[in-house]
């Protein structure tokens, strides 16, 4: 059975509800471990055989300081061989000239260290000014809108689990 850590901060309540809607999402089918990533190691982050990882966007499309406190370590390593795929929050009418850039700016950071990014989805139904997570017509990962399109996050998510189960092989 694939083993997947879900990484993303405890403390933060959106991404958390969805970090346990993907965990739930995969029940059955892979087994599935929270991890706060204020308290990850390097040993914990490499010892999984595929990685979700989550993130809002603050303030003008910049990354949680929980996440920038790790980058340093991500940027010593070689993830060669490691399939990722990302999650991101964002505000598409409060927000819309930085959309999920928390979640473009890891993904950058990944690509750039050899991961391979999984998970693609649509842009299809946001709407939005600009968004690094944005390649071509998909983001590169999730995209969740609670404050906009909250009715949604449910079915985008199981949608986007059936796609992983697919793509983490």
Known sequence: MKKIGILYSFNTHKTSKVAKRIADAFEGSAKTELINIEEITIEKFTQFDYLICGTATWFDGELPNHWDEFVPDIEDMDLNGKTIALFGLGDQKGYPENFLDGMGILAELFEEQGAKLVGFTSNEGY???SSTAERGDEFCGLGI?????GSKNKERVNAWVEKLNLEFS
Request: no cysteine; hydrophobic share 10%; proline share 0%.
């Open 127 to 129: 709407i939005y000014d």
């Open 145 to 149: 809108d609670y404050e906009t399109q």
